[in-house]
Structure formats: C-alpha cells, structure tokens
T-cell receptor
Framework: DAKTTQPPSMDCAEGRAANLPCNHSTISGNEYVYWYRQIHSQGPQYIIHGLKNNETNEMASLIITEDRKSSTLILPHATLRDTAVYYC????????????FGPGTRLSVLP | DAGVTQSPTHLIKTRGQQVTLRCSPKSGHDTVSWYQQALGQGPQFIFQYYEEEERQRGNFPDRFSGHQFPNYSSELNVNALLLGDSALYLC???????????FGEGSRLTVL
C-alpha cells in the first residue's frame, strides 16, 4: 500500500498557483518525498524530490513540514498543460527504487 | 539523448498467450524497473533489474518474468495471459540504484 494520502481531485484557475497537498505521517528519517505527474496515457514525469529542506526547480517548488509528516507541491503559475494526475511518493526498499504509487491527485487547470 | 524507449507501443493478445515487452533505458542508466498500470489506477511495481539480476519484486505471480541484457536493456515476459493483465506496462530506468526514475511512454497490452 502507498504510504501517502492525497486528495483525489483539485481544480485550479489558469495562471494561478496550484498547491497540491500530501500526507506521509509514517515517513522514516531517511526516506525522500518524490513527486511525479502523468498526463493522459503518457509515462509518469519526474517533477521534484526532497528530504527535509524545501526544494525548487524550473517546474515546481516542494515544501516539506518540519516534522516531515506532510508536504505541498506548488506549481507557481499553472497552465492548461499542467492538467494531469500528480503522484506523491515516499521511496521505500533496500535499493531505494521500489516507488509505491497511490491513486494520486487529478489536477484540472481551468481556463 | 534518447530517453527510455519501449516497444511495442500497442498490442493485442488472447487469453493463454504469451507476450514479450522490450525496454531500452536512458543512455548511461544501469537499472531498469517495470510497472503495471491498470486503467484509472497508479502504476504498480513488478520488479527491478540491476547487473542482469532481479533485485526486487512486487506482488506479481511467477507468470511475470524478466531479463536484463549486458547493454542494460530489458524484457518483460508474461505467460498464460489473463484478461486482468490488460494494462499499460511502464519501464523506468535510473542512473544509479537509488536515483530518480525516468519512465518510458509504455506498452499498452489488451488481452481478449
């Protein structure tokens, strides 16, 4: 089972910031939080990942709470092309590769 | 630089048949993982290959098997196909064992 919980769906107006929450209350100290997204019928696309500190790249920002029990993915200026299913994943496994995907959040960016 | 490539993109099989799906990892990547994604669900981990050996396996029966070749490419084999095997099969590769995954576009299998 996935170690994260996300809302099943969210809407966001085009041009506004999209804030996608994720709860991972059982996360271990050495486990990273990863975010991927999947546009219809395509392979998942890596967005960002972090351990403790907030992270930012050209696609998004990741805010992790101090107790690491939850995080928020921020798309600063959502466009219609950001409409996708967003997956929050806590990496598990001895080799760190067994990503466990939950059902994700379906983000709809509305014009 | 080519990303992860998978073939075929679509295929149709009948119950009881066998299928082989192929994956070429991103250049320089040495680890390949396979996922099954049923319609409307998140991807489910099947297994991972590193140094030509299966390193981890998810909750899938022995009908699902794989192989990794010296050039790091990989195959997924499914025997005795069931209707429930209809899904998008995703291959993902990474640079090192504990790196982020890069996914291919998948092979969509339909079992009739």
């Amino acid at each position: 089972d996935a170690k994260t919980t996300q809302p099943p769906s969210m809407d966001c107006a085009e041009g506004r910031a999209a804030n996608l929450p994720c709860n991972h209350s059982t996360i271990s100290g050495n486990e990273y939080v990863y975010w991927y997204r999947q546009i219809h019928s395509q392979g998942p696309q890596y967005i960002i990942h972090g351990l403790k500190n907030n992270e930012t790249n050209e696609m998004a920002s990741l805010i992790i709470t101090e107790d690491r029990k939850s995080s928020t993915l921020i798309l600063p200026h959502a466009t219609l092309r950001d409409t996708a299913v967003y997956y929050c994943i806590v990496r598990v496994g001895d080799y760190g590769q067994n990503f466990v995907f939950g059902p994700g959040t379906r983000l709809s960016v509305l014009p | 630089d080519a990303g992860v490539t998978q073939s075929p993109t679509h295929l149709i099989k009948t119950r009881g048949q066998q299928v082989t799906l192929r994956c070429s990892p991103k250049s320089g990547h040495d680890t390949v993982s396979w996922y099954q994604q049923a319609l409307g669900q998140g991807p489910q981990f099947i297994f991972q290959y590193y140094e030509e050996e299966e390193r981890q396996r998810g909750n899938f029966p022995d009908r699902f098997s794989g192989h990794q070749f010296p050039n790091y490419s990989s195959e997924l084999n499914v025997n005795a196909l069931l209707l429930g095997d209809s899904a998008l099969y995703l291959c993902a590769s990474s640079l090192v064992v504990a790196g982020e995954l890069f996914f291919g576009e998948g092979s969509r299998l339909t079992v009739l």
